[in-house]
């Protein structure tokens, strides 16, 4: 069976290298261990898992690529496989390690060529873009936790005079208690005005007739991400407010009938960002289209103006085109699909149609 790290040896394809992975998601997802702490060392022909007493016992249940050694001396420890496996080049990530960590390498490590470019950042996350069948069952099991939350807040908590906290205790709460680890992020839930800022901290403030309720949150399963976005109405809605509910839901239609493997990134944002332009209210969307998610809610790829990453089979992708009147209201519609050989298959399976409570 060929492994993660099977996949980063690929990537890397050179002789006499390590790649050092410190990260906490890195390490997880090519040691198959979960900790706050430890070093992976990936070596062509080998693998090595650093880990102190905390976690050294599990790891020593868990972990099967790579073999296990209890730290001691970290740095002595590293030195020792890098002369053993007679190592020219030292790979480290880029992304992860702070500037400290960096120069306590170079220290530690004299004599030895640290790589510090994108190298290893770049193919640890392009590796990690392809999902197995096993990462996409638990991202759809987180997702169903997210739905099952959804229609439970719907039914039971959203309704005149509940705060946003409250529809937001409620969605996590509920995900928590069946089923969920985590929940993905700060949950979002907004009412009225308050639905116009893409990214707002729910209040206090309490949903009046006539207002949107926009949410958006995600479980976690089994460290793997949902991601999804409703925006729903209490009492009867404007008849401008329909109209732009109406258009962003049409600029996500067509980005779903867009996507498929062989699509740049930026196309897929350009097929929503175009079309609600077209519409008068290009000004009014402007944060990215979507990024893929895994064991972390924001992974590569992005879908944005700049992104020229080409999708791919089992890419996870959000779709989440929006718009946002300033002082007024907003509105997100955001599924999370994979892509697939011939198209893509969607993890969501709320309604999408304006629901008026």
């Not at 895994?294 to 992974?299: A, C, D, K, S, Y």
């Amino acid at each position: 069976m060929i492994t993660n790290a099977d996949k980063l040896r690929k990537m890397l394809a050179e002789e006499n290298y390590c790649a050092i992975i410190t990260s906490d998601i890195n390490r997880r997802y090519y040691s198959g261990m979960k900790s706050s702490a430890g070093t992976l060392l990936v070596f062509p022909e080998d693998a090595y898992l650093i880990i102190d007493f905390r976690y050294y016992e599990k790891a020593c249940e868990t972990v099967s690529d790579c073999e296990v050694i209890l730290q001691n001396k970290t740095y002595e420890q590293i030195i020792e496989l890098l002369k053993k496996h007679r190592t020219d080049k030292v790979y480290i990530e880029s992304e992860n390690m702070t500037v400290s960590d960096f120069n306590t390498y170079r220290e530690r490590l004299e004599g030895f060529e640290i790589d510090s470019s994108d190298t290893l950042s770049n193919a640890a996350g392009a590796i990690r873009a392809i999902k197995s069948d096993l990462e996409l069952e638990k991202m759809q099991t987180a997702q169903n936790i997210a739905e099952e939350a959804l229609a439970y807040v719907m039914e039971n908590v959203i309704k005149e005079g509940v705060s946003e906290l409250e529809v937001g205790r409620a969605l996590d709460f509920y995900m928590l208690s069946h089923g969920a680890e985590a929940v993905s992020f700060d949950t979002i839930a907004l009412s009225g005005a308050n639905t116009s800022l893409p990214h707002g901290v729910p209040s206090e403030k309490k949903i009046a007739k006539g207002e949107f309720v926009l949410m958006d949150f995600g479980a976690v399963y089994d460290g793997y991400h949902s991601d999804m976005t409703r925006t729903v109405c209490v009492g009867n809605p404007t008849e401008e407010m329909k109209e732009v509910y109406e258009i962003v839901l049409e600029a996500q239609k067509r980005c779903l009938d867009f996507v498929k493997p062989g699509v740049v990134c930026r196309e897929l944002d350009a097929c929503a960002r175009d079309f609600i332009a077209s519409k008068g209210y290009g000004d009014c969307f402007g944060h990215g289209l979507g990024h893929s998610v895994g064991l972390e809610i924001h992974e590569r790829p992005a879908a944005n103006t700049r992104s020229t990453t080409v999708l791919d089979e089992n890419m996870v992708m959000t779709i989440e085109p929006g718009i946002y009147l300033q002082h007024r209201f907003g509105v997100r519609i955001e599924d999370c699909v994979y892509l697939t050989a011939n198209g893509y298959n969607n993890f969501a399976h709320s309604p999408k149609n304006l629901i008026i409570l």
